[in-house]
């Protein structure tokens, strides 16, 4: 049996691939060519019907996106029914998360996905949310905060040997967070990031040039942090010998800039897809084939990596402080989306509070202020497309931690484990999450842990109610 005979049943240019990949599974388990033919037609008159799985699970996703099209206005319709997707960790995720899951999974643009164990409740794709799509990007489905990230450096110094008032002096003088804080302009640095010529290339970028030139160096609000910790190292790795060392550890983005361009592109893809259905407006998306979508991509991935660029000031600012090199240094972005190869095609995939996890890539997953965080290698896992949790995932939304805790109660709870907190909201308390170590044992086959952070002194915007 060959393609001649499938192209005769209307199957557009990709279907027809799959197609006669799937009549060839046919014809081997001893199918005569008029059995597959008929059991084609019937693939081709009802899609979902082999969506669930099976030799013709692809080649009825794929007619089904092409029926999708076909409806109405151009990529206004959704799939009937989800595509398939994985999930860790499901009895950690709430239903609210895989409902925006299920959502990402019928966009006709869609080709894989899957859903981490620190999944809750998003903007359009839920944090925790892995979507790969073909040829499109999805503004929400990278996030308000482009490029947000982790970055831990490692100190050739022993836990014990940095004072509690030291590690708080200097947290205090060389970090800045909050909604519109920077450093004052004599104490700014300036990086590289700032002078590349990409900003001139769209004038939305150059008017936010400024903005981006005088928050450099610094954090937003919410769950950035900067902190003082022990790395652990069981065994030698990283380039280092078994045993302790101080550490900073921090989360933080590409702040104002990020979130501004995040808001241009969104509202924009929303308005070129004005008939998507209400469930999904958050996930419109750009074409990379259109000008809107260049320009979203290269916007995209300045904001990428001016994110980076803070991180390495924070750090470069700390370790200059502390009079010491860097012994070992590793950074991951969680926000953002990537081309990647996936089941031998490029596709788009987006990773909203998701960790990259390549076979060997090294990353970072927190818990909370008063919870270890960890240095792990990825596994490489297909299902998973090469993605972790991005740290433990709130359990209680910002409303709810704020009127359920007890401050004195988050405080003791703080004492306990030996944590000196500044700043930082009550939204922000350990109670609000998962518990981390719940959240990596549902991922053992994702990633191996390599060593483990404990923090010891954070520094986070105040937020709405003090601790």
């Known amino acids: 049996m060959n393609g001649k005979h499938i192209t005769k049943l209307g199957f557009g240019r990709k279907a027809i691939g799959l197609a ?7 014809e081997g388990a001893g199918l005569e060519r008029g059995e597959i033919l008929s059991e084609l037609r019937a693939v081709q008159a009802d899609p979902t019907a082999y969506l669930a799985g099976g030799v013709y699970a692809a080649l009825a996703a794929e007619l089904g996106v092409q029926n999708a099209v076909n409806e109405g206005e151009k990529g206004a319709a959704l799939l009937s029914v989800p595509l398939p997707y994985s999930m860790w960790g499901a009895d950690l995720i709430e239903p609210g998360a895989r409902a925006q899951m299920d959502v990402a999974m019928r966009l006709p643009i869609t080709r894989a996905g899957a859903l981490m164990p620190d999944a809750h409740v998003g903007y359009g794709l839920p944090i925790g949310g892995v979507l790969a799509t073909e040829n499109a990007v999805i503004p929400y489905g990278v996030g308000v905060d482009i490029g947000c990230s982790m970055r831990l450096s490692v ?4 836990p014990a040997a940095l004072k509690l008032e030291e590690a708080t002096t200097l947290l205090l003088k060389h970090t800045r967070f909050g909604a519109g804080v920077a450093f004052e302009k004599r104490e700014r640095d300036d990086h590289a990031v700032l002078h590349e010529g990409t900003w001139d290339d769209q004038p939305l970028l150059g008017h936010l040039l400024g903005k981006a030139a005088a928050q450099i160096g610094s954090s937003g609000s919410g769950n950035h942090f900067a902190e003082f910790g022990t790395l652990t190292l069981a065994q030698a790795d990283l380039g280092l010998e078994a045993g302790q060392y101080l550490a900073l550890l921090s989360h933080s983005g590409s702040r104002g800039f990020g979130a501004q361009v995040a808001g241009h592109f969104s ?18 998306w750009l074409s990379l084939d259109s000008e809107e979508g260049e320009v979203y991509w290269q916007a995209m991935n300045l904001a990428g990596r001016y994110a980076t660029a803070n991180h390495e000031l924070i750090h470069a600012r700390l370790a200059r402080a502390l009079g010491v090199n860097v012994l070992a240094s590793i950074h991951n972005s969680h926000n953002l989306a990537w081309k990647q190869t996936v089941n031998g095609q490029e596709l788009i995939v987006h990773r909203k509070g998701a960790t990259p996890a390549a076979a060997g890539q090294l990353g970072l997953i927190p818990g909370s202020m008063a919870d270890p965080g960890f240095v792990v290698r990825g596994r490489g896992h297909a299902d998973a497309l ?3 949790s991005h740290g433990a995932g709130r359990q209680l939304g910002r409303k709810a931690a ?12 703080l004492k306990e484990h030996g944590v000196t907190l500044i700043g930082g909201g009550i939204d922000e308390a350990p109670q609000a999450y998962k518990r981390i170590e719940d959240v990596i044992a549902r991922q053992t086959d994702l990633v191996d842990v390599v060593a483990q952070f404990t923090p010891r002194v954070v520094r986070m915007d105040s937020g709405s109610q003090d601790i």
């Open 386 to 388: 090469s993605s972790a």
């Open 155 to 158: 100190f050739p110094i022993q």
């Open 402 to 413: 704020a009127s359920k805790l007890v401050k004195k109660e988050v405080a003791a709870s």
């Open 267 to 284: 509202n924009l893809a929303e308005r070129l897809h004005p008939n998507l259905e209400l469930s999904a407006k958050k996930l419109a």
């Open 20 to 26: 006669v990949a799937a009549a060839g599974a046919r």
